[in-house]
């Protein structure tokens, strides 16, 4: 086992640090920046189909779910696609308005979890299309879909997903552009912007995984914490949530994540003198509006640790602590402040003597129901 950690403490530190890399090898071969195009070979959908989806119906559970939520915004942003995002559970015992013109797109790391498979399983009675993205090759989700799209991460033998993760975002923004330029709702120069800017995401991880001290120094100084909150806006409010789910699963430490904008309608009153809340406030259209949220807590004596990114000297005036990314384009952040996040909730497990690569009561995959 020390042989397979490569050196590090605890395989999800490993996994962590993989990701400067395993990005690259979801997009490897798929990107041509020349004309914009994303290439997804093993995509049997045509532009003509593509133009006639209607809706794209995602279904995933745990962190997938929170890619799924990422990739609600990319869809209807780049191609104008209604999506709405289920949880694999609630979907199969619902009733679903669907149609052959919906798209169902399944997105489970391991390809086995219970809910999801059965799920997407069920969308096959409405006649719709549907699209598997996992990390696993001939996993069962794969018999269960009519598309496969493989994230390529590798291995992932921590229970905490930390690179499948970002190699789900990774393989949504290429499914977005990919529709968006079928579609025509992206043009050339601006999808050619947003692929240039993906192909600087590995490096940019390092440049974080540079730095991971001054996370680590952050996540001591509130490590014995009993509650933690994070909020962000738009894109940034998934992130919010699995940063917390990142915490909570390894640290045992209950956290919350929340839009920013429904603070004020709950959250509020668990706001104590000291309470950590990381506000994910990276430069974008919502920037303001996160600040402003952060000076509503702040009112409330909370401690707020900052995701902004490295350019940013306004955000330093409000806050107590600031975690820095690279700057990239607002849609791309998500990825950089995930694995800023995903060592956030390490370094506050290791502090606090978590057993990390196989917390309590979870499992990698729950192939039960
Ligand atoms: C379990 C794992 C999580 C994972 C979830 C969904 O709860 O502990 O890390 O996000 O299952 O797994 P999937 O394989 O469907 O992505």
Redesign the pocket.
Known sequence: EAAEKAGYEHFMLKEIHEQARSVNDTFSGKLSELDGSVNLEELNISNDEIRNIDRIEII?????LNAGLVGKYLFENLAGIHTDVDIGSEFRYSNPIMNENVLSIA???????AD?LAAIRSCRSYGCNSIAITNVVGSSITRDANNVLYTHAGPEIG???TK?FTAQLIMLYLLAIRFARAKGTLNVNEAKDLLVNLKRIPGQIQKILNHKDTIRECAEMFAKERDYFFIGRHLNYPIALEGALKLK?ISYIHAEGFAGGELKHGPLALIEDGTPVVAIATKGHVYEKILSNIKEIKAREAKVIAVANVDDTEIEKYVDWVLRIPATDELLSPVLSSVLLQLLAYYTALARGCSIDKPKN?????TVE
């Open positions: 995933a559970c745990g962190t997938s997105i489970t790391q391991s390809g086995e979890t999801t229970v905490a997903a499948t699963e979870l499992a990698k995959s729950v």
